[in-house]
């Protein structure tokens, strides 16, 4: 079972940065997608962006331009840099692997990911 463990969460003011790190552990298969997802109380869990097999990444409109998505060579981490942060921005972040097939395209949903980790808060003051 993959393990997934997010860290580098906090409080920043508007216009800040975060990076969030996701730590992956216990699988040396392949991931078919790799993905940063958000939710806040209260409100459906959204997708912040997606790296597919190809290392094709793809972003939500919301973050488009201020946010990067990484990984490091061994796909043991995975990685979100956060700039210019707004107040909407608020949530709990949390990073998921899909080791199943699936076609690219479908990495934007986040019902085929089958390994998620505990999330890490963000919380940005405007």
């Known amino acids: 079972q993959v393990q997934l463990v997010e860290s580098g969460g906090g409080s920043v003011q508007a216009e800040g940065s975060l990076r969030l790190s996701c730590a992956i552990s216990?699988?040396?298969?392949?991931?078919?997608?790799m993905g940063w997802f958000r939710q806040e109380p209260g409100k459906e869990r959204e997708v912040v962006g997606v790296?597919?097999?190809?290392?094709?990444?793809r972003y939500a409109d919301s973050v488009k331009g201020r946010f990067t998505i990484s990984q490091d060579n061994a796909k043991k981490a995975l990685y979100l840099q956060m700039d210019s942060l707004k107040a909407e921005d608020t949530a709990k972040y949390y990073c998921?692997?899909?080791?199943?097939?699936?076609?690219?395209?479908?990495?934007?949903?986040?019902?085929?990911?089958?390994?998620w980790g505990q999330g890490t808060q963000v919380t940005v003051s405007s």
């Open positions: 998921a692997v899909r080791t199943s097939y699936g076609e690219p395209r479908t990495c934007w949903e986040s019902s085929g990911y089958n390994s």
């Open positions: 216990r699988y040396t298969g392949s991931f078919y997608c």
């Open positions: 790296v597919d097999s190809y290392g094709i990444t």
